[in-house]
């Protein structure tokens, strides 16, 4: 069983169009977060959803908006794509945990949706 | 704010030849420290963490890593290389246990191990 699937995982699409990724874990999992990857490999934190409650906002242009319907699901939308969005995003979810070497506190990623915009 | 030093873009080593990749942080609080692994066209793979307790921490593949306080750093090691750990690696920090931190990474090391 995958623990963090995203779908879809390439997607090309033309300036101006709106779209959206979707994220899904298993794991069980209270928090959840989208990550952009740049073409230099750069990862970049976007935004983070703690049961279902928006934590961290980067400074992401409000045309990104994310959308966490439960704890297992945090999907990404997209208005007015620019050429600047292509890169490859990435899901991942952890648990908010104690300390100890047994907790969870490390986060599992998806696959990644490489978006490029043409 | 907290932040990650990848002070090496590349480590070219040669197989069986021990490695290290470094990394060094910057936090306010209390540290949690992880690598990660990158295949070409792949997600994040999780190689371990320090979160507390001993200073000498082992996790997948053969790799482990040390937390050095003193010098706030968590160099990744491992002590025989194979070709197939040729990737890039990630070291990421969180700065406290508080729900939703997200992890703050490093810019990466392509780690290239030459039979």
């Known amino acids: 069983d995958t623990a963090v699937s995203q779908t879809p995982k390439y997607l090309v699409t033309q300036m101006g169009n709106d779209k959206s990724i979707k994220c899904e874990q298993n794991?069980?999992?209270?928090?959840m977060y989208w990550y952009k990857q740049d073409s230099k490999k750069f990862l970049k934190i976007m935004f983070s959803y703690n049961n279902k409650e928006l934590i961290i906002n980067e400074t992401v242009p409000n045309r990104f908006s994310p959308k966490s319907p439960d704890k297992a699901h945090l999907n990404l939308h997209i208005n007015s794509l620019e050429l600047g969005d292509s890169a490859v995003y990435f899901c991942a979810s952890s648990q908010w945990g104690g300390t100890g070497p047994t907790s969870r506190t490390e986060a599992f990623f998806g696959q990644g949706t490489r978006l490029t915009v043409v | 704010a907290q932040s990650v030093a990848q002070p090496e873009d590349q480590v070219n080593v040669a197989e069986g030849n021990p490695l290290t990749v470094k990394c060094t942080y910057s936090v306010s609080g209390n540290p949690y420290l992880f690598w990660y692994v990158q295949y070409p066209n792949r997600g994040l793979q999780f190689l371990l963490k320090y979160i507390t307790g001993d200073n000498l921490v082992k996790g997948s593949y053969g790799f482990e890593a040390e937390f050095n306080k003193s010098q706030t750093s968590f160099h990744l090691k491992k002590p025989s290389a194979l070709v197939s750990d040729s990737a890039l690696y990630f070291c990421a920090v969180r700065d406290s246990n508080q729900a939703g931190t997200a992890l703050i990474f490093g810019k990466g090391t392509t780690l290239s191990v030459s039979s």
């Open positions: 794991l069980g999992h209270d928090t």
